[in-house]
């Protein structure tokens, strides 16, 4: 995705939230960069709050976090910001943050401008049921393929069968101890 792309994106939800513009149009002129490690993104809040990629300016925060913890950011948003490692203007991340915490795409209402709204409530509430069946899903064959590895075919071995051998292994070893100590007296 180019700069302009996602910012058009962000545009799109600030275009409803004053509040949010406003909030951003305290740091006119400063430059974010959103690091992903593949892709480097940078955008400049304008005057009215909205943003505009800023191509060869420097940044005034650089917010980088690695590929693989996307998907735990998209799942978590309220804790998106423990994922990244923040350089910066602290004020500017401050506001990012409050703003990717609160922000959200109604999809719902633009849906209704292209089928109407009973159209829009039920694709979007299918569109709901099946993330869920698919979470519920993903879930469940992760538990059945722990389950197979710990019963059916051991790999694995449960924290707690660890915790017991190892426990046994010290009650075993200090039992030794003390007869090899019994023998030492008796042989003297």
């Known amino acids: 995705m180019t700069p302009s792309i996602i910012s058009a994106a962000i545009n799109h939800l600030l275009?409803?939230?004053?509040?949010?513009?406003?909030?951003?149009?305290a740091h006119t002129g400063k430059v974010a960069c959103f690091d992903g490690g593949v892709l480097?993104?940078?955008?400049?809040?304008?005057?009215?709050?909205?943003?505009?990629a800023a191509a060869d300016e420097t940044p005034?925060?650089?917010?980088?976090?690695?590929?693989?913890?996307?998907?735990?950011?998209m799942q978590n948003r309220e804790r998106a910001f423990s994922y990244v490692n923040v350089e910066g203007d602290a004020d500017f991340a401050n506001t990012i943050s409050q703003l990717s915490q609160?922000?959200?795409w109604e999809v719902e209402e633009d849906l209704s401008?292209?089928?109407?709204?009973?159209?829009?409530?039920r694709i979007a509430a299918g569109t709901r049921d099946i993330i869920e069946n698919v979470k519920v899903t993903q879930q469940k064959v992760a538990e059945n393929i722990a389950e197979y590895?710990?019963?059916?075919?051991?790999?694995?071995?449960?924290?707690q069968a660890v915790a017991d051998f190892t426990g046994g292994v010290t009650r075993l070893r200090d039992d030794v101890e003390r007869l090899s100590k019994r023998v030492e007296k008796l042989i003297k």
């Open 102 to 104: 609160t922000l959200r």
């Open 113 to 121: 401008k292209w089928v109407g709204d009973i159209a829009a409530a």
């Open 60 to 73: 005034n925060v650089t917010i980088r976090t690695r590929l693989a913890d996307l998907p735990l950011i």
């Open 40 to 52: 480097a993104v940078k955008l400049k809040v304008a005057p009215d709050g909205m943003l505009c």
């Open 15 to 25: 275009t409803r939230e004053q509040w949010a513009r406003n909030k951003l149009a």
């Open 149 to 159: 590895f710990l019963e059916e075919n051991p790999m694995l071995v449960r924290p």
